[in-house]
């Protein structure tokens, strides 16, 4: 009996690794991208930002994520260059999937350290190129499949940056048309001023308004139309606030009344109190600032869309989780139909096993429970100010963009898609005279930077790795026997990895 590939078990562990390491790096730079927003518009606190994002991306992953996998693992090289060349070719094939792992896994996770926002799926498309380049030439990439992908680079953004900012220029057309309707004399008249857009209709004032022992929002009306529906469903969702933040006009107080009012508050709301003394020095009307996992505070007028931002959230996660887990688990199932030659065929379409899903989901959970903190706040607050209602728009446009992409097998950057996204918003929100839509575009060029260097090095990287494995697996021992007993010898009947 001839031996097989398969007794490779070296490389089997290695890619099982790797696969790892790209899945924990990837979702924990790339968890920003879903949750950051919610964090930094203060829908979300870090650690309910952390929680929730790591279900949702699970529940992606394992649904959708053998989708773009399969386009990793047969597209971007052209499998059929190193078949030619018979088991030596082929083995070559698995070594060039496993530098890529390797190339990716350490880039990615590098960034991720360091709280650099980058493109795991970048690295991994400029590896598996540069690989194909250095084993066989030009001649090895699938033009078509590396063509669609490229387009797809800039198409999924343009998408994001246009949905965002139609739904935003509609959510702020729809508000503005809202508050010239409470400026009415009779509305006035009853309120003094305009009442907040979604908010609660308010009373003339009394004496227990003004005291901080008072709830700071009115609970004796409902909201209109269907936002009782949504903030109910929001309230299953996550409850975020059994009892609403602090408003502004309460936290301007404690930045004037000292020790006193901050011991009140601190009986009052516990926990969410911490880091009050910070945001009394901030701009608190309608953003969110602040680290920690105190809740920051939201302007009354905002607080309807924090539910529907938790959804959007939720959906942005489940999408990435789907679009990048081809990242870790499509070389690594390239890799396992390469060592199942020769019953095995590079050519085809591989079929992802279950237990490779699950052992990719679960990097995934893994990366964004310990590493996912490193760059939300980058996303979440330092690009442009982030509202709930602005944030919803946001994640709504980069769910779309990165759900058509992952349909379509297209792997794409979630995080190209959310700037793109915001970059709409900000757009919209400066057209319409927003006193804070300035674009952080110091904040956008080292982003902008930081995508474009990751091209480069997990291509350089990849290729280090791959050559330096050549020398062991080249004239390999094993593809000898295979050649010589492959016309006397049945080729096995499976693969035991598959």
Known sequence: MFAELEE????????????????????ANDIANSVGTSYGAGALTLKQAILFGAIAEFAGAVSLGSFVAKSIAKGVIEPSSFAADGCEGVL?????????LGGTGSTTLLATLYGLPISATHGVISGL????????GVSSLGVAPLTATLIAWVASPMTGCITSGLLYGLISAQASGLEMLSSTPSSSKSHGTGAPLWGPPEGPATESDSEPEGSPVKKTSSHPGGLDVVGFLGGLLCRTNKEPPPDRDLILRVRDG???????????YGDKAAGMGHLAREDVEGGASGEGDGLPVVAEEERPFVPLLILSAMTVAFAH?????????????????ALSWPSGDINAIPEIPPWVLLLGASGFVLGILVLGDRTITTVGSKITKLTPSRSYAVQMGTGIAVLLSTVLGLAVSTSHCLVGSIIGVGLVAKMRAARDAE????????????????IPLAALVSVAIFESMLPFYANDAICRDLTAHQTSSPPPAGSRWL
């Open 8 to 27: 490779r078990p070296e490389l089997v562990i290695l890619g099982i690794f790797g696969c790892l390491v790209v899945a924990f790096s990837n979702a």
């Open 92 to 100: 070559l094939f698995g070594v060039g999937m496993l530098s890529v």
């Open 129 to 136: 190129a540069a690989v194909g380049i250095a084993a066989h």
């Open 258 to 268: 000292g020790s006193g009012s901050i011991r009140h508050l601190a009986e009052r």
């Open 321 to 337: 989780g789907g679009n990048d887990l081809g990242n870790s688990i499509g070389p690594l199932a390239a890799l396992l139909v």
């Open 439 to 454: 674009l952080n575009f110091g904040m956008l060029t080292k982003i902008l930077i930081g995508w474009a260097v990751t």
